[in-house]
């Protein structure tokens, strides 16, 4: 069975989609900023890229290889552009996008040996739509689809795959902090007039990474109750 590697999967998508693999059989690595009392997880903030190679090396001193690499963790930030500072874009680009992306050349290797592999990257509808006064974080998200598609060709002779899943407003435990009026207001710009489960998500990344799915790479999906359309 295939060895997964989920970053951010201490809770919301991550965790869900951990669960869904594991029910699944695949072996599955988690690792995030939270404490959790289960087998095969790290304990770590991917903020440099010595946190990554010790997240790395610690799946393959377990697994022994990475085959399918799904690159959930990320941050969301929220500020008019003229009060962003240096060492905010430097945190948000790192985690973002320099951490996927140094984890997936880290993997890519192994895979091209097995001639087999996966790669999942998390993005957001933010990316596609653009947000008022969250421009770094669609630049990053943005960044994320581009890496996705060069990617795809680059390693297509290997049959490895690369894909990129961009969520709407996901119903998480980060929903809780915002009150009833704002999600009605949310709500309303959204077609479906609904919020995507995590469930959803980790389905949708079950079907991408299975062998019925080969023939998909290079992919963005929006996944987001039709809000990439219009209201």
């Avoid at 421009?135 to 680059?154: F, H, P, R, V």
């Avoid at 390693?155 to 996901?170: F, K, R």
Wanted: charged content about 20%.
């Amino acid at each position: 069975m295939f060895n997964v590697l989920i970053t951010g999967s201490s809770s919301g998508i991550g965790l869900e989609t951990a669960n869904v693999l594991r029910q699944k059989g695949y072996n599955v690595f988690q690792t995030g900023r939270r404490n959790l009392n289960i087998d095969d997880y790290f304990n770590i903030e991917l903020s440099c890229f010595e946190h990554a190679k010790m997240l790395y090396e610690k799946v393959i001193e377990k697994f022994g290889s990475i085959d399918i690499l799904i690159n959930n963790a990320g941050e969301y930030f929220y500020s008019p552009i003229e009060r962003v500072q240096p060492y905010d874009i430097e945190r948000v680009m790192m985690l973002n996008l320099s951490i996927p992306y140094y984890l997936s050349s880290l993997c890519v290797s192994q895979m091209k040996e097995k001639r087999f592999g996966r790669i999942i990257n998390i993005s957001s509808i933010s990316a596609s739509v653009g947000e008022a006064n969250a421009s770094l974080y669609a630049a990053t998200k943005a960044g994320m689809y581009g890496m996705t598609k060069s990617l795809a060709l680059e390693l297509a002779q290997y049959n490895i795959t690369v894909n990129c899943i961009s969520p709407g407003w996901v119903e998480t435990a980060l929903m809780s902090d915002i009150n009833e009026e704002d999600k009605a207001e949310i709500l309303d710009v959204v077609p479906q007039r609904r919020f995507i489960q995590p469930i959803e998500i980790s389905n949708l990344i079950k079907y991408l990474i299975s062998e019925k799915a080969k023939g998909l790479t290079g992919q963005n999906i929006n996944l987001c109750a039709g809000l990439s359309v219009g209201s």
